[in-house]
Each structure stands twice: as structure tokens, then as C-alpha cells.
């Protein structure tokens, strides 16, 4: 089975431009989740979605933004480049939103800002 | 802030048991204890999770504490491909947004 997908794997944009990084959750599951990355440290959350509605925000600035779409694959968009947003985002699914199975990661997009 | 207090760095014999610790004091009784291990820039990767019986898997055993303030994942023969930064990860079973507060982790180091 394929685990969860994300697309570009690497990804290099300049201050000021605006990036969008994608996801394809497990087969069956219905939430998704993004997380940032920065070197040396642990993801952060950004976002949760699940049946397409926004369940959850970290501390991020109104820059990022995302959405679900109805078959289940997920879309974040950060504006504005910093040179701060270099870092490895990361796009894990679920198969619901409370319950207590775990989230299951993909290999994350690699975004440099420069 | 992350729930969970984790030693900064392990080193581990290839073939011997590989025991993490990790330190849950305030965790609630409906939190459950989650392990996940990340390879050098790859996703984090789900290893085990428990309220507060043992569990085993393929891949590891986790032993929770009778008064579940701590636990300790437990690879019964590491192996090379076993370093890899061990996150130990506690959220509710029910929650309006699923989300897992990372901390920064143990870095085991298997040494052939």
C-alpha cells in the first residue's frame, strides 16, 4: 500500500515568491496534517484538516494557508517567502481526527529560500 | 511546550537491546504514549504506541510505568539501520485537533 505521498520532494524559491506544497494521504484516511521542520529541532505543527474542514492551527503566521480537497489530498501555501520558512515540511494522515491512531508521516518537501 | 523529557543522545552495541527512557510526568489518563523515529531527512516514522499496558509489535516493545510517568521503548536487537533520532509523543485519545508536540528527541547511535 502507498504510504503517504508528498510532491516536490526538494524545492528552491526566492524571498518574496509564494510556494505550494502538496500531499496525498494513506488510502481511507480522511485527515491530514502539516508540519515544519527546521534543522536540529522537532516538526512544529501548522495545520489540521479533516473532512475538508480546518481543525486545528499552530503558531504560524497568516502566510500559510491550506486546504483539503474532496478526495481527501491536501495543499499548503505559504506567501511571502522568508528566508525563516527554509525548512522540511512535513504531511502526515490519519484515519480520523480524535481518535487513537497515529498519524503516519511522508518524507516531507524540502524548501530553500533564498 | 513539549510534554515529554528525553535524553539527548544514547549509544548502542549492534546486536544488544537498545532501552530509551522517556519521562511523561504530567501525562493524563486518557493520553496515550506515542514512539516514532526519524532517519536522517526522511518523515518521521511510527514505531509503537500504548495507554498503559505493554505492547510489542515487530518492531519494538514499549513498557509504560504502573503510574504511567514514564516509559521506555525497548528495540531488542538494534541494528546499524536503528540510529535514527526516537521522539516519544503523548496527546489525549479524543481532541479537537489531533496534533503531536515534538520535542527534541534522543539521537541513538548504534555502534558496530
Known amino acids: 500500500d502507498a504510504g503517504v505521498t508528498q510532491s516536490p520532494t526538494h524545492l528552491i524559491k526566492t524571498r518574496g515568491q509564494h510556494v505550494t506544497l502538496r500531499c496525498s494521504p494513506i488510502?481511507?484516511?480522511?485527515?491530514v496534517s502539516w508540519y515544519q521542520q527546521v534543522l536540529g529541532q522537532g516538526p512544529q505543527f501548522i495545520f489540521q484538516y479533516y473532512e475538508k474542514e480546518e481543525r486545528g492551527r499552530g503558531n504560524f503566521p497568516d502566510r500559510f494557508s491550506a486546504r483539503q480537497f474532496p478526495n481527501y489530498s491536501s495543499e499548503l501555501n505559504v506567501n511571502a517567502l522568508l528566508l525563516g520558512d527554509s525548512a522540511l515540511y512535513l504531511c502526515a494522515s490519519s484515519l480520523g481526527a480524535g481518535t487513537n491512531s497515529p498519524l503516519h508521516f511522508g518524507n516531507g518537501t524540502r524548501l530553500t529560500v533564498t | 511546550d513539549a510534554k515529554t523529557t528525553q535524553p539527548p543522545s544514547m549509544d548502542c552495541a549492534e546486536g544488544r537491546a537498545a532501552n530509551l527512557p522517556c519521562n511523561h510526568s504530567t501525562i493524563s489518563g486518557n493520553e496515550y504514549v506515542y514512539w516514532y523515529r526519524q532517519i536522517h531527512s526522511q518523515g518521521p516514522q511510527y514505531i509503537i504506541h500504548?495507554?498503559?499496558n505493554n505492547e510489542t509489535n515487530e518492531m519494538a516493545s514499549l513498557i509504560i510505568t504502573e503510574d504511567r510517568k514514564s516509559s521506555t521503548l525497548i528495540l531488542p536487537h538494534a541494528t546499524l539501520r536503528d540510529t535514527a533520532v526516537y521522539y516519544c509523543?503523548?496527546?489525549?485519545?479524543?481532541?479537537?485537533?489531533?496534533?503531536?508536540?515534538f520535542g527534541t528527541g534522543t539521537r541513538l547511535k548504534v555502534l558496530a
Open positions: 500504548g495507554l498503559k
Open positions: 509523543i503523548v496527546r489525549p485519545a479524543t481532541s479537537g485537533t489531533y496534533k503531536y508536540i
Open positions: 488510502s481511507g484516511h480522511k485527515s
